[in-house]
């Protein structure tokens, strides 16, 4: 359920998450979420030898008999009570994940409005503002954007950048602020090198692009010379009419982001273009 890169189309390059995209990874269906495998064949074949030792134990006598007709009644309660117990678990399973979504639905609402109300505040403050109080109100803007970010990702050592675009010329991306893990970004993206045609490409797409494991799907453009991190979502930052910036997140181990979501972190980086745009 994660758009990935590919080795020949990594970061800048690959198709943007669509805006259903989730990053979580699928789980295999097991006993207490789908059907068992063999729960069909093993039913069947449970009555069918049921009723074959029930024809035997008509002719059998003594112990024999007794011994034929104990195994018959445990194979009809396997073959009644595989279905009933693979129901219940099911059932079980459902109860439990309608309890984590509900759950789920709450702290993402307490996030929200933890999240939205600094930037409701701050953009009508911006709204007001003149001259350096404006230009401090957006350099908190953006503080706060990458730190709310940083904060909600849920990730190990998660590390949000705010890329600033100059439009020059050439135009620039250079890190504007950063959050999360130490060590700010190193690299500033230039129009007519490699890593910023790359970077102003991603752009100029205006979508979202994720890479699991940086070491199979090389990014086309790095903000560090380390190189370090492993895992990567990077989009933009803008309004309908104005490019603003980069967002990008970065991880230690690969598929560390993969349960970052992704729609939150769209809101915020609109209301961070809105915030900016004023």
């Known amino acids: 359920m994660v758009t990935h890169g590919n080795p020949q189309a990594a970061l800048g390059d690959t198709e943007p998450l669509g805006p259903n995209t989730s990053m979580g990874h699928r789980r295999p269906a097991d006993w207490a979420i789908g059907q068992w495998r063999w729960l069909v064949q093993v039913t069947v ?4 030898f049921a009723w074959v030792i029930g024809l035997f134990a008509g002719g059998a006598h ?7 007709i104990v195994s018959g009644a445990v194979l009809t309660a396997i073959a009644a009570g595989m279905p009933l117990w693979q129901q219940h678990l099911a059932t079980a399973a459902r109860a439990d994940a309608v309890t984590v979504a509900r759950s789920a639905r709450a702290a993402m609402r307490v996030a929200l409005e933890d999240a939205l109300d600094p930037f409701v505040h701050l953009v009508g403050r ?13 350099g908190e803007a953006i503080q ?25 010329p050439p135009r620039r991306l250079h890190a504007e602020r950063f959050a999360g893990r130490a060590g700010a970004p190193t690299v500033t993206f230039v129009e007519g090198t490699a890593a910023g045609a790359a970077a102003l490409r991603l ?24 190189r370090s991190y492993r895992t990567v979502l990077a989009g ?43």
């Open 126 to 138: 911006l709204t007001t503002a003149r001259g350096s109080d404006k230009v401090r109100l957006r």
């Open 62 to 68: 003594g112990a024999e008999r007794v011994l034929l």
């Open 144 to 168: 706060l954007a990458v730190t709310t970010v940083a904060a909600l990702a849920g990730a190990q050592r998660i590390r949000v950048c705010f890329f600033l675009l100059d439009e020059g």
């Open 45 to 48: 074949a449970a009555a069918a």
């Open 203 to 226: 752009l100029s797409r205006g979508g979202w692009t994720y890479l699991a494991d940086t070491a199979q799907e090389p990014p086309r453009f790095w903000w560090d010379t380390e």
């Open 236 to 278: 933009p930052v803008a309004t309908p009419d104005q490019v603003i910036g980069l967002l990008t997140l970065d991880a230690l181990a690969p598929g560390e982001l993969a349960q970052v979501d992704v729609t939150l972190v769209r809101l915020l980086t609109d209301l961070l273009a809105t915030a900016l745009s004023i």
